[in-house]
C-alpha cells in the first residue's frame, strides 16, 4: 500500500496526544500492576507509525516524547507517591531511542508487513541497545567492558521480547486500522465519483 502523508490540524492533533497518552498509561498501569507484561505499551509502534505516516516528523517526535513525558510522571507516581517529574538522565535514552523509531518510521516508503515489521525490529534493537546503556554504565551489577554490557543486554531480553510483540499488535492496529479505513474512504469517495460521471 502506498503511503499517503497525513498533515494533522492542531485539534486533531490535540487529540490524537490525548489518545496516546491514555493508551500507553493503560498499558503501563497493567506493566505496574502485572510485572510480566513490563515494556507491552503501544510507544514504539507509535513512534514508528507517526514517522511513517504524519507529514510534519516534529510533530511525530513531539507526539512520543509527549507520551512518555505524561504517563512517567504518572507511574513515577505510583512507585514513589511522590510527584516527580524527571526521575534520572537514564530517561535521555529512551527519549533519544523514541526519536530514532520516527526517523525508522520515516523510511518506510511503502506499507506491508514485511516492512513495518523491519522497522519494529530495527526500533526494538536500538531501543535494546540505548536503553541499556545507562544500566550497564551506573550499576554496580555489570562489569565495565564489554562482556558487562553484553550482560546487561542479556538481561533486558524479556523486556525487548514484551517491546517487540506489543510493536506487532499495536502496529497491526494502527497501520492495519489506517490502511483499512483510508481504503474504504478511497472506495467510497471513486464510488461517488462514478454516481456523478454517470
Avoid: C
Wanted: no cysteine.
Amino acid at each position: 500500500m502506498s503511503l499517503q502523508k497525513v498533515k494533522l490540524n492542531a485539534p486533531a492533533y490535540i487529540l490524537i496526544i490525548l489518545a496516546s497518552i491514555v493508551a500507553t498509561g493503560a498499558m503501563r498501569l497493567v506493566s505496574f500492576y502485572f510485572p510480566l507484561f513490563s515494556n507491552f505499551s503501544p510507544l514504539g509502534a507509535l513512534s514508528i507509525f507517526g514517522g511513517a505516516y504524519f507529514a510534519d516528523k516534529w510533530k511525530a517526535g513531539l507526539l512520543s516524547v509527549m507520551t512518555l513525558f505524561v504517563t512517567d510522571i504518572f507511574i513515577n507516581y505510583l512507585y514513589s507517591a511522590k510527584l516527580v517529574l524527571w526521575y534520572s538522565n537514564s530517561a535521555l535514552w529512551l527519549y533519544g531511542s523514541l526519536l530514532i523509531m520516527v526517523l525508522i518510521g520515516s523510511m518506510i516508503k511503502k506499507v506491508n508487513v514485511a516492512n513495518v515489521a523491519l522497522a519494529s525490529l530495527t526500533s526494538v534493537a536500538v531501543h535494546w541497545l540505548l536503553t541499556d546503556i545507562e544500566p550497564w554504565l551506573q550499576s554496580s551489577y555489570y562489569a565495565k567492558g564489554l562482556l558487562g554490557y553484553g550482560e546487561s543486554l542479556l538481561m533486558a531480553i524479556p523486556f525487548e521480547r514484551n517491546m517487540l510483540l506489543a510493536d506487532a499488535l499495536f502496529g497491526a492496529i494502527l497501520f492495519g486500522g489506517y490502511e483499512f479505513i483510508q481504503a474504504r474512504a478511497n472506495a467510497k469517495r471513486h464510488a461517488a465519483e462514478k454516481l456523478v460521471v454517470q
